[in-house]
């Protein structure tokens, strides 16, 4: 019996674009994400990439982002 090969992905976060919006946060299926506890250069508290090993590319962070402050890449 064969598996479905999971789809891996890789986010990267501009963490000075980022305003801490935690739309990303919150819409992540796998829960991926998270707010870092280190103010940006902006004073806001930015997105970070907490759980590489749970994503799986699908993009609805960088789709939902209001700044564009997020890439996504899928291997």
């Known amino acids: 019996m064969k598996t479905a090969k999971k789809t891996k992905g890789k986010i990267i976060i501009d963490r000075e674009l980022c305003k801490g919006c935690r739309y990303c946060v ?38 939902i982002c209001p700044d564009i402050a997020i890439e996504v890449w899928r291997e």
């Open 26 to 63: 919150v819409s992540c299926p796998e829960k991926a994400l998270a707010i870092e506890n280190i103010f940006n250069e902006m004073g806001y508290f930015p997105a970070f990439f907490e759980h590489p090993d749970r994503c799986t590319g699908c993009a609805i962070c960088a789709q």
